[in-house]
């Protein structure tokens, strides 16, 4: 019998595991999903055993053209054992396996990261994770350094996925040696074709290929409308002037070809940057403009890679494409009478080579359902903390990282009942205060606060509810002050003892 498929897991290697069937999904920017099911005479193979732990198949497929073996590996952990009943003389377990990439959805977070690029950013999430991991950055582009940039209630994947999105980076996996390797890429010179995957001839009927030939059916082409401008703005408050717009156009000779996509990004301060997020765009509806589909029995077709189409009946279609999504469905001769052979189906989605791939924006961006407190920080022995812009610093209830400094979060603007030309109304937040900060379209990367409250160690200037006909404002001296300390101006309205009080510290003038 011929068998295609071997597996390894270690927890089981002592165990007499038969194979029986797998489902092996991957794209780019997509996680991959490997569904296997294996045969067993153990009914009690145990899933604390095996959840978690690192699983390995080999491929095997005869290459008709070089005359030799070529392997096609693939491997992930255990994130399911299920145990499904009898089949014939055996127990049927199916297993689920996913690359270690998975396991950033089992954890969610609230932290701050500041002055980083985004690559930065994941290089340091992903660090935190499974032991072994193993990541190759393929980037040609340069990326600007975030100022301010929050995970909020979201998971490790979902963070790092929508800042990749956002920055047009996408990924894909490689499995050598038992193991899988994460490629982050952002450029289409950095895919390649797999040794004995380089070229693949079409056959339209199934009874003309030869024997063990490897070959690509059922080829589709489509085109659809997409839109061909994309324009973006900004609004940068230290050059509240200068125009940020930027665009840019894909030309197609189709009819009704000329759509527009316009969006307020909001997030970028130079034009340069808004133009790279506006390729970004452009290159997102362009890569869905003209996509391909096929059938093959290649088992070494991979997600990332490139191959070229043969033999195709229409000249134009005989050309490099880039695999951008596969399934691959493997199931085994019958177990019971060891007789046959495996039988192994692909299909796939590719592009054409030229098409510069970006992923499409799905992860969801968190949003800050209404404003949230926070306390102003600011360096250690200071009373208050600005820039010339009157902004201050805040530590967030939610920052278990932040450590209560200067250091804990950007600079935020303040918002003033009077914000004028060199004149208006001004009163700077100090260290220690409570302050209600929103945010920008529910951004978290938008903050702004918009007032102040007292708490228990932030009381009103005076006693409370027995001086509640009492309105006015009384300042602090600083630094050192105590509470005899200070400026004010107070309205007292109780009926018959009305009364403004106005007090200097030091100079009335």
Request: a negative charge; charged letters at 25%.
């Amino acid at each position: 019998m011929a068998k295609l498929v071997t597996l390894k897991i270690e927890p089981l290697q002592n165990e007499d595991l038969h194979f029986s069937s797998l489902t092996y999904a991957a794209g780019l920017s997509m996680l991959e999903d490997l569904q296997l099911c294996i045969l067993s005479p153990n009914a009690n193979l145990g899933a604390d055993d095996v959840l978690g732990q690192l699983v390995s198949l080999t491929l095997h497929q005869h290459h008709i053209d070089r005359h030799e073996q070529l392997e096609r590996e693939l491997s992930g952990y255990v994130r399911r054992f299920e145990f499904e009943g009898h089949q014939g003389r055996y127990y049927r377990y199916r297993v689920e396996i996913v690359p270690w990439l998975w396991f950033l959805t089992r954890r969610a977070d609230c932290r701050i990261f500041q002055d980083q690029s985004v690559p930065d950013i994941v290089q340091s999430v992903l660090a935190e994770h499974v032991d072994g991991a193993s990541v190759e950055l393929k980037l040609v582009r340069s990326y600007r350094k975030r100022t301010y940039c929050v995970q909020y209630r979201e998971t490790d994947f979902n963070f790092i996925a929508r800042l990749l999105e956002d920055e047009g980076i996408y990924w894909y996996f490689e499995h050598q040696g038992g193991r899988h390797k994460l490629i982050v890429v952002d450029d289409l010179g950095s895919h390649e074709a797999l040794a004995g995957y380089e070229a693949l001839p079409y056959y339209a009927n199934r009874e003309q290929v030869p024997p063990d030939a490897e070959y690509l059916t059922d080829w589709r082409c489509s085109r659809e409308v997409r839109a061909n401008k994309v324009a973006l703005t900004s609004y940068d408050f230290t050059a509240p002037g200068r125009s940020l717009k930027v665009g840019l156009t894909a030309q197609r000779s189709y009819s009704l070809a000329d759509h527009e996509l316009f969006d307020f990004q909001g997030d970028y301060a130079q034009s340069a940057d808004g133009e790279q997020l506006l390729d970004n765009r452009i290159d997102e509806e362009q890569a869905r403009f003209e996509q391909f589909t096929g059938h093959s029995n290649a088992s070494g077709l991979a997600a990332g890679h490139l191959f070229e189409l043969t033999q195709h009946p229409r000249d134009d279609q005989n050309a490099q494409y880039l695999c951008t999504q596969l399934r691959l469905v493997v199931q085994a001769a019958d177990s019971e009478s060891d007789q046959g052979r495996d039988q192994l189906s692909l299909s796939l989605a590719a592009i054409p080579a030229s098409q510069q791939f970006r992923p499409p924006r799905r992860t969801p961006r968190p949003f800050v359902q209404g404003p949230q407190t926070a306390v102003v920080v600011g360096p250690s022995g200071e009373e208050i903390h600005t820039d010339k812009y009157g902004r201050v610093k805040v530590q967030f209830h939610w920052d278990r990282k932040g450590q209560k400094s200067e250091k804990s979060s950007c600079w935020m603007r303040v918002s003033s009942p009077w914000a004028g030309k060199s004149f208006g109304f001004i009163q700077i937040p100090r260290i220690g205060q409570e302050v209600v900060v929103d945010f920008l379209e529910g951004d978290p990367d938008q903050p702004l606060i918009t007032g102040r409250v007292y708490n228990d160690d932030q009381m009103p200037p005076w006693d409370l509810p027995a001086n509640a006909s009492q309105s006015g404002v009384l300042t602090r001296s600083t630094k050192g002050g105590a509470y005899n300390n200070a400026n004010a101006l107070r309205f007292e309205d109780k009926k018959g003892s009305e009364q403004v009080w106005l007090h200097a510290e030091k100079n009335m003038d």
